[in-house]
């Protein structure tokens, strides 16, 4: 028997939930079974029928099904029962026969409906808590506990802006039918707990839900495409005209080799193009002698919307050994707006709208100070 699945409306549409399956028989497909997310129909002549939506909350079910008194009062009226999935529970009939009355008990049914509610408050909020649960992890793990989450968070929405839209507006897309379904059984229960009950007929779909939930989504998918498109990786250059340095250009002679302590690095430059600043992030490792050199640098070429003392703090912050605004001593570079160095492993310079972030080992503070001279040159003469 042929078969196929499809995606069921939310629980709390139920007027919906019973057109879809209507519908669904027009075509020639007949509901065997609901799951919590899809349901399973299969292949047969096209018919008209009649579905009906019992919601029933797991505490006033009988082994996962409504009760002998529920499924004998819809029998007795000519309905069929299909199958069910949590709260949702299916009936079906030929068109004719007599629509049995919702549970007798209105305020038992507004019950119904208010676990329901608290079903869709926790998977709202769900991912929500996960997010607080990365960042106690990473308070644990990374220090961030110190302020660094702040910086990294900034630091992303400059350097990595499409993807952080993108991130926030498919966050909103996926809670957001949790969030609608809240308001919507809010204002069901509220509406029903000292009433008789009403009769779900489905209405014309609303614009505005659906609009509220494809445009976060289409944004999500363009801002996604755009970090795609803006992104690119190379392998390192011998000698390059762009912002970065190279060995090369600081006279140090060696055989690129991978890294020696993760073998799967290798000397390459990531290119990434955002809304608010472009960015260079490259890493070399040579063999010179019997001594592995190696060096990282993240280079931004920032744009105006951005305040230059807030970036260099988060970028501070956010250094590899620094890790803090008080490890770094101000230095002055012929040719630099401004430049700061940290012990002999990380330094930082400025230049108009451009900042770059080396980390390596320097053999003196003299050295570190000969590679903020080498890229200062390199700067302005470009």
């Known amino acids: 028997m042929k078969t196929r699945y499809g995606f069921h409306p939310k629980e709390f549409n139920i007027g919906g ?6 519908d669904m028989s027009k075509k020639g497909w007949e509901l065997t079974k609901r799951g919590a ?12 029928m009649n579905y009906r939506v019992e919601v029933v909350a797991p505490k006033f079910q009988q082994d996962g099904r409504p009760t002998d008194e529920q499924l004998k009062r819809y029998e007795e009226a000519g309905w069929q029962y299909v199958d069910g ?43 929500l808590l996960e997010l607080l649960v990365l960042f106690a992890l990473s308070s644990v793990f ?27 507006c498919f966050f909103f897309s996926v809670v957001w039918d949790d969030i609608w379904g809240m308001w919507h059984l809010s204002r069901l229960y509220h509406r029903i707990k000292n009433q008789t009950l009403m009769k779900y007929e489905p209405k014309r779909r609303r614009i505005l839900p659906r609009l509220i939930r494809i445009l976060p989504l289409t944004a999500a998918v363009i801002c996604f495409g755009c970090v795609a498109w803006g992104s690119h990786s190379y392998p390192m250059p011998k000698t390059s005209e762009d912002l970065y340095l190279t060995f090369a250009d600081l006279g140090i002679e060696g055989m690129r080799i991978p890294n020696s302590v993760n073998s799967t690095q290798e000397s390459e430059v990531s290119v990434k193009k955002s809304l608010l600043a472009d960015s260079w992030h490259c890493q070399e490792f ?17 744009h105006d919307l951005i305040k230059m003392e807030k970036f260099v703090n988060a970028l501070m912050l956010d250094t590899t050994f620094a890790r803090s605004a008080e490890a770094f001593s101000p230095v002055t570079i012929a040719g630099l707006d401004q430049a700061w160095a940290a012990e002999n492993l990380e330094c930082i310079a400025v230049k108009g709208n451009t900042v770059a972030v080396l980390t390596g080992v320097w053999d003196s503070k003299e050295d570190m100070i000969h590679r903020l001279e080498t890229l200062s040159e390199k700067w302005n003469s470009q």
Request: aromatic share 18%.
């Open 17 to 22: 939930t019973e057109k879809y399956y209507s």
């Open 37 to 48: 997310i899809l349901s399973r129909f299969q292949k047969t002549e096209p018919k008209v």
């Open 85 to 127: 999935s949590g709260y949702i529970h299916i009936f079906r009939a030929l068109p004719g026969c007599p629509l049995p009355e919702y549970d007798q008990d209105p305020k038992h049914y507004a019950v119904t409906l208010k676990c329901l509610r608290k079903n869709y408050m926790i998977a709202a909020f769900m991912p």
């Open 142 to 168: 990374w220090d961030i506990g110190k302020g660094h989450w702040g910086a990294q968070i900034y630091l992303t929405w400059v350097s990595d802006t499409w993807l952080l839209i993108g991130f926030l």
């Open 286 to 302: 040579i063999e010179n002698g019997n001594r592995e050199e190696w060096m990282y640098q993240d280079i931004y070429s920032i």
